[in-house]
T-cell receptor, first 111, second 114 residues
Framework: EAQVTQNPRYLITVTGKKLTVTCSQN?????MSWYRQDPGLGLRQIYY???????DKGDVPEGYKVSRKEKRNFPLILESPSPNQTSLYFC??????????FGDGTRLSIL | GNSVTQMEGPVTLSEEAFLTINCTYT??????LFWYVQYPGEGLQLLLK?????DKGSNKGFEATYRKETTSFHLEKGSVQVSDSAVYFC?????????????FGKGTLLTVNP
C-alpha cells in the first residue's frame, strides 16, 4: 500500500530535549516536505527536499533541521524544542508536478 | 507571494443539503489548484485538482472549476452526507525555483447532521 508513515503520532516532551520525527514513503517520490498546522494559521511549510542530499528552507524553518540521506526518509529534527513548536506536523511526498501525499500527522506538545 | 483565502467556518448542514465552500487565490503565475480533505485524526487527502484554467476537478460527488478570470476554485457538492464531515482545505502550488510548496487556506470545518 502506497503511504507516507510518520512516527511518533503523539509526543509530549520538555523544553530543550532533542527529538526526531521520522517520515518514510514507499512510493519512490523525489519531493518531500514538512508542514506544521496551527489553529487560525493553516499549514505552513518548514523544509523541503527535491531529492537525496538536496534540502532547503520553507516559510518557517527556524528551530528545525532536516536531512535526506535516502530517498525514502526525511526526518525532522528539533535540536532544542521550545513551547512555540507545539503543533501538529505533517510530512508529504510527491512526484514532481504531481499532487502530494500526506502522512497522518504527529502531534507534538513541548512543555 | 501566493495566498489562498477560503470561507471561514464552521459550516453546519443537514444531510442532502447543497454545499459550497468559497476559495479565491492570488498567484503570480499559473498555479495548480487543489482541494484537500482532513477527516478527524487523519492526514490530508487529495479530494480533487485542476491544473489549468476552466478545468473541472471532480471526485466523490464534489466538484470545483478553475476560474482564472475570478481567481476562484469554489468547492461544491449537490447532496452532502454525514460522512462528508471534515475539514476542507483549498491549496495551490506554483513552482518557484525548485519548491513545489503547497500554499493552503486556513481550512473550513464542515459538519453534516443526520
Amino acid at each position: 500500500e502506497a503511504q507516507v508513515t510518520q512516527n511518533p503520532r503523539y509526543l509530549i516532551t520538555v523544553t530543550g530535549k532533542k527529538l526526531t520525527v521520522t517520515c518514510s514513503q514507499n512510493m519512490n517520490h523525489e519531493y518531500m516536505s514538512w508542514y506544521r498546522q496551527d489553529p487560525g494559521l493553516g499549514l505552513r511549510q518548514i523544509y523541503y527536499s527535491m531529492n537525496v542530499e538536496v534540502t532547503d528552507k520553507g516559510d518557517v524553518p527556524e528551530g528545525y533541521k532536516v536531512s535526506r540521506k535516502e530517498k525514502r526518509n526525511f526526518p525532522l529534527i528539533l535540536e532544542s524544542p521550545s513551547p512555540n513548536q507545539t503543533s501538529l506536523y505533517f510530512c508529504a511526498s510527491g512526484l514532481i508536478n504531481q499532487p502530494q501525499h500526506f502522512g497522518d500527522g504527529t502531534r507534538l506538545s513541548i512543555l | 507571494g501566493n495566498s489562498v483565502t477560503q470561507m471561514e467556518g464552521p459550516v453546519t448542514l443537514s444531510e442532502e443539503a447543497f454545499l459550497t465552500i468559497n476559495c479565491t487565490y492570488t498567484a503570480t503565475g499559473y498555479p495548480s489548484l487543489f482541494w484537500y480533505v482532513q477527516y478527524p485524526g487523519e492526514g490530508l487527502q487529495l479530494l480533487l485538482k485542476a491544473t489549468k484554467a476552466d478545468d473541472k476537478g471532480s471526485n466523490k460527488g464534489f466538484e470545483a472549476t478553475y476560474r482564472k478570470e475570478t481567481t476562484s476554485f469554489h468547492l461544491e457538492k449537490g447532496s452532502v452526507q454525514v460522512s462528508d464531515s471534515a475539514v476542507y482545505f483549498c491549496a495551490l502550488t506554483e513552482r518557484g525555483g525548485s519548491n513545489y510548496k503547497l500554499t493552503f487556506g486556513k481550512g473550513t470545518l464542515l459538519t453534516v447532521n443526520p
